[in-house]
């Protein structure tokens, strides 16, 4: 095991800053290449219209984890040393609900509003003024907030845990699931299709 | 009278052009970029031993932003000083606003190589642009809300915790799914 570097202490926080921006561009300019910095293409996703967010993300969510549990398995990774926040399934269930109510409202999340708001549109900078000023209100609600924020706390938990299946099994269950989503992602949206929308 | 062929002025338009679903803009296939964001989270997780992140610089601003207004203020709020703490020396030496700026950086780069940096409101044909910038607000103040109670967004719950096999970040990315597809109707004149 020599991985994760920066958690086995192979170089310091200050150089942690200069990957933080190196791997920060290279995550911008992958959400730029996708079209992640445009509000409409986002939103399409909730149309049915353009499944390009689902297509990414679920591509994205199998190359990392396949990735990550193969790493692993080879001895490469510790993945006990791998981030993992813990589980509070009642509020994290609200602030997916919530999260997602803002994404359509909004027509981005904070990592795209930042590629939107580089490439010129105004109303991503609209957005991330929202963001900053509910931070600040979550910030000042804290008091009672954050009762609610850590309550039912289970710990580090996985999927593989919570369905008492083996790793791989899970892992194999969310390819095949990805895979069959992909195939069938075209048709929905030939389906869903507005014949008159501009690009 | 005779003919003439205009060769200066602009094609007239396909009779199919006003029909077609979709104009790319150039961008990348899905799974080419998906694959290529998918390297980047696991190099991340390899080097760093954490995944991507945004809603937490946001948080690191604002708390750095009410430290410098009003310290004891900030200090005496448990949000606010786990996120002054965050930062190596100074409150925005943290990693997660080191990375949205190289997400800025990224995003503008990528952008002005395929020459899609432009000033517009991004909106939908029937959607003004101050109703739009409105809109986008009331979203991020509710993506604010949703990042809080969920720990983390799009980037560091559901992406991120979902290719750890994250049980919470799990729960958390069907949820948001729910949640847009709930508000999609009534948010259609927006963007339809």
């Keep these: ?199 | 009278m005779s003919v003439r062929l205009d060769v200066t002025a602009a094609p007239a338009p396909l009779p199919s052009a006003a029909h077609v679903v979709r104009r790319p803009g150039g961008w990348a296939n899905p799974h080419a970029a998906g694959v290529g964001l998918g390297l980047v989270l696991l190099a991340t997780y390899v080097v760093m031993g954490r995944g991507l992140g945004a809603s937490g610089a946001y948080a690191s601003i604002v708390a750095w932003a009410v430290h410098a207004l009003a310290p004891a203020h900030a200090q005496a709020n448990a949000y606010f000083r786990d996120y002054l703490g965050r930062g190596f020396g100074h409150p925005l030496a943290a990693w997660l606003v080191f990375e949205v700026l190289g997400v800025a950086l990224g995003g503008l780069v990528s952008g002005l190589l395929a020459g899609r940096v432009r000033r517009t409101v991004d909106r939908g044909p029937r959607a003004g642009v101050a109703g739009r910038l409105a809109f986008a607000f009331a979203g991020g103040v509710l993506m604010a809300v949703g990042a809080r109670l969920g720990r983390g967004c799009t980037s560091g719950q559901a992406l991120s915790g979902g290719a750890t096999l994250n049980a919470g970040s799990w729960a958390f990315m069907l949820m948001v799914f729910a949640g847009g597809y709930l508000l999609a109707a009534p948010m259609r004149r927006q963007w339809r």
């Design chain 1, 1 to 199: 095991m020599n991985a994760p570097f920066y958690a086995l202490g192979a170089f310091g926080d200050r150089a942690s800053l200069a990957v933080a921006l190196v791997i920060g561009f290279a995550f911008g300019a992958c959400l730029e290449r996708a079209g992640f910095g445009s509000a409409r293409k986002l939103v399409a996703q909730f149309y049915l219209d353009d499944l390009a967010v689902f297509k990414v993300m679920f591509t994205a969510i199998v190359t990392a984890m396949v990735g990550l549990q193969a790493l692993g398995a080879a001895g490469v990774v510790d993945l006990a040393l791998v981030d993992l926040t813990p589980t509070h399934p009642l509020p994290q269930a609200v602030g997916g609900l919530v999260l997602g109510f803002g994404f359509v409202v909004g027509g981005y999340c904070p990592g795209t509003s930042v590629v939107g708001a580089a490439t010129g549109h105004l109303d991503a900078w609209a957005f991330i003024a929202g963001l900053l000023g509910g931070t600040l209100l979550v910030g000042e609600l804290d008091p009672w907030l954050g009762r609610f924020v850590e309550s039912g706390d289970l710990g580090r938990r996985t999927l593989p845990e919570v369905l008492h299946a083996p790793a791989a099994a899970v892992v194999a269950a969310i390819v095949v699931i990805a895979l069959a989503g992909f195939a069938g992602a075209p048709r929905i949206e030939r389906r869903f299709a507005t014949p008159t929308r501009e690009a």
